[in-house]
């Protein structure tokens, strides 16, 4: 109850001030209010599309101040779910996301650059597979205000690309030049906290 009330003072302290100030958001995956997606080209011929069910992270954003924005995801590898049991079983193998001796990826951000309308580059480390490698997503603001509960909400969408090859999946050749680049896709909602 308390924590409502702070919340809902702190909401209406942004709504007269007009700017919300820097402030910590939980991403909304126990409502299921974010989502990790990607697609990858099956041959060259269609693409296959596929998410991450299971995930977890924060991120903090000052509006006056977006640079110092700062984000951190950990992924549940295992939970990757493509809609089909058997190739699901496949992508969790050594082969490619060898979730035995991996079983979580994760994102760190290293920097927020703003580039205007309400659009921004975020770099970060993403760790999968146990390699390490800087990547870039390209975010867009979706919209911010309080939600039906007394809370606070905030959301961004990214996109990016990501390479087989950088994170040695054994079977990017197999899959042929189509399928090395991976599009992925983020949604993210915070929870003000």
């Known amino acids: 109850m308390k924590k409502r009330i702070m919340s809902a003072t702190l909401v209406m302290a942004s709504l007269v001030s007009g700017v919300l100030p820097a402030a910590e958001y939980e991403i909304d995956t126990r409502g299921m209010h974010a989502f990790i997606e990607f697609r990858i080209k099956?041959?060259?011929?269609s693409w296959l599309l596929g998410r991450f069910n299971r995930f977890q992270g924060s991120?903090?954003?000052?509006?006056?101040?977006?640079?110092?924005?700062?984000?951190q995801v950990e992924i549940d590898v295992a939970s990757l779910d493509s809609n089909h049991a058997e190739r699901d079983k496949h992508l969790r193998s050594e082969r490619f996301f060898d979730v035995k001796s991996f079983p979580r990826a994760r994102f760190v951000s290293t920097g927020w650059k703003e580039t205007g309308d309400?659009?921004?580059v975020l770099e970060g480390d993403l760790t999968l597979r146990g390699i390490t490698r800087n990547i870039r997503i390209d975010v867009t603001h979706?919209?911010?205000g309080p939600d039906p509960w007394g809370g606070y909400r905030r959301g961004f969408e990214g996109r990016t690309r990501l390479r087989l090859s950088d994170w040695n999946m054994k079977e990017a050749k197999i899959l042929g030049a189509a399928a090395e680049e991976i599009p992925v896709y983020l949604s993210i909602e915070g929870i003000l906290q």
């Open 42 to 45: 099956h041959l060259g011929y």
């Open 59 to 71: 991120f903090s954003y000052d509006e006056k101040h977006p640079e110092k924005s700062r984000v």
């Open 118 to 120: 309400g659009k921004a």
């Open 142 to 144: 979706v919209g911010h």
